[in-house]
């Protein structure tokens, strides 16, 4: 089983809203991910954890703050969001971090 | 120069035919390489990994690999309608995945 699961699946939020995302991912991976993708763009790595650390940060804004409470689950905490980060959100997990990445199916986020 | 770079498309096959997708890498110390195929408005999905020079076959895939070149491919025969995506070509360097801008495949019918 290769599953990782994500919700919600849709959001909209608001500029002064507070909203979190969550993944899950029962496969005994120790590295998990958060990426942006962007309309026909690929996605970009936003933070990457190993063994429930955060070990890369790709200068993502501090209103976006990820958090790892146990090995199967990953939090990205939103706060203050601009519009121009509607995106969609993708969470992955894979074994080692020089593994096969398996995504999640993402949260769509629309920020009004 | 982009990190990853993928023959930018769209490409456009016949059903039955082989469609060719072609990727370049510009840091040697990469040590492993993915293709995922991706349906609009869906998240990537995993469809082959490699990791040493050579070919890899998997069903109608098949991955290539030469680290000397710095090049990946990915061959898809007997393309099917159900083939149509966009596929992105994905290289892991210092643990970081990196990827190619994609390319949309169309096969006709």
């Known amino acids: 089983d290769t599953e990782v699961t994500q919700t919600p699946k849709h959001l909209v939020m608001g500029m002064t809203n507070k909203k979190s995302l969550k993944c899950e991912q029962h496969m005994g991976h120790r590295a998990m991910y958060w990426y942006k993708q962007k309309a026909k763009k690929p996605p970009e790595l936003m933070f990457v954890?190993?063994?429930?650390?955060?070990?890369i940060n790709e200068s993502v804004p501090s209103r976006f703050s990820p958090e790892c409470p146990n090995s199967s689950l990953l939090n990205l905490h939103l706060h203050a969001l601009q519009p121009e980060d509607s995106a969609l959100y993708l969470c992955?997990?894979?074994?080692?971090?020089?593994?096969?990445?398996?995504f999640g199916p993402g949260t769509r986020l629309t920020v009004t | 120069q982009k990190e990853v770079e993928q023959n930018s498309g769209p490409l456009s096959v016949p059903e039955g035919a082989i469609a060719s997708l072609n990727c370049t890498y510009s840091?040697?110390?990469?040590?492993?390489f993915f293709w995922y195929r991706q349906y609009s408005g869906k998240s990537p999905e995993l469809i082959m990994s490699?990791?040493?020079?050579g070919d890899k076959e998997d069903g109608r895939f098949t991955a290539q690999l030469n680290k000397a070149s710095q090049y990946v491919s990915l061959l898809i025969r007997d393309s099917q309608p159900s083939d149509s995506a966009t596929y992105l070509c994905a290289v892991n360097t210092d643990y970081k995945l990196s990827f190619g801008a994609g390319t949309t495949v169309t096969v006709r019918a």
């Open positions: 954890y190993s063994y429930e650390k955060l070990s």
């Open positions: 840091d040697r110390g990469s040590q492993s």
């Open positions: 490699i990791y040493s020079n």
């Open positions: 992955a997990s894979s074994l080692g971090t020089d593994g096969e990445q398996y």
